[in-house]
């Protein structure tokens, strides 16, 4: 079966500027993961769907990050304006239901740069 | 937020040694994943150990549950250097609906 597919690799921005990345899960995976992964440390999930509905985000800084899944499938994270801090890999992962044994398939990331 | 603390934070050892890495909370968890992540790609899991106890093993790799399902090891015997990676726990509670992840673990295994 195909992997979690995760665009674009790798982006550098400026502070205050726009960015968005984009993930498209397993195929049959109702649930979607986007975790945020700062370098030496584990990821932090930042928002979970189940289908096209918010299950968990309250580690997301909603001033600022905005996520959707429209129709269950696909799924963007944007971020706008980008601070520094903001510099990290983020990572996509789905499962094929939740149950808290549930493997998560990851994508390869993004690693986002902001200058 | 549950807190999962890893032990040790980097680890550096020669090829046939024997290690062993931590995972410690205060919290319980009903269930509790292992990942190892290569530089560049995602997380992939290991393994997942849900009964109080529990110990698994995959070729050279142990995993034990604690009993009181707070903490978790995981024991590598002769050790190799595709053994090198970002080993990662996570722990799922029944009352949060996600998975917590330890800071990690940084293996790297000389030849």
């Known amino acids: 079966e195909a992997g979690v597919a995760q665009s674009p690799r790798y982006k550098i921005i400026e502070k205050r500027q726009s960015v968005a990345f984009w993930c498209n899960p397993i195929s049959g995976h109702a649930t979607l993961y986007w975790y945020q992964q700062i370098l030496g440390q584990g990821p932090k999930l930042l928002i979970q769907?189940?289908?096209?509905?918010?299950?968990?985000d309250s580690q997301l800084p909603k001033d600022r990050f905005s996520a959707e899944r429209l129709k269950g499938v696909d799924s963007t994270l944007k971020i706008q304006p980008a601070k520094l801090e903001d510099s990290a890999v983020y990572l996509c992962?789905?499962?094929?239901?939740?149950?808290?044994?549930?493997?998560?398939?990851f994508g390869n990331g993004t690693r986002l740069t902001v200058t | 937020t549950q807190l999962l603390e890893q032990s040790p934070q980097f680890l550096s050892i020669q090829e046939g040694e024997n290690l062993t890495v931590y995972c410690n909370s205060s919290s319980v968890f009903s269930s509790l994943q292992w990942y190892r992540q290569e530089p560049g790609e995602g997380p992939v899991l290991l393994v997942t150990?849900?009964?109080?106890?529990e110990v698994k093993k995959l070729k050279r790799l142990t995993f034990q549950f604690g009993d009181a399902r707070k903490d978790s090891s995981l024991h590598i015997t002769a050790a190799q250097p595709g053994d090198t990676g970002l080993y990662l726990c996570?722990?799922?509670?029944?009352?949060?609906?996600?998975?917590?992840f330890g800071s990690g673990t940084q293996l790297t295994v000389l030849p």
């Open positions: 769907f189940q289908n096209n509905g918010v299950v968990d």
């Open positions: 996570a722990g799922a509670s029944g009352s949060a609906r996600q998975l917590t």
């Open positions: 992962a789905s499962s094929l239901v939740w149950t808290g044994n549930s493997p998560l398939h």
């Open positions: 150990v849900v009964t109080g106890g």
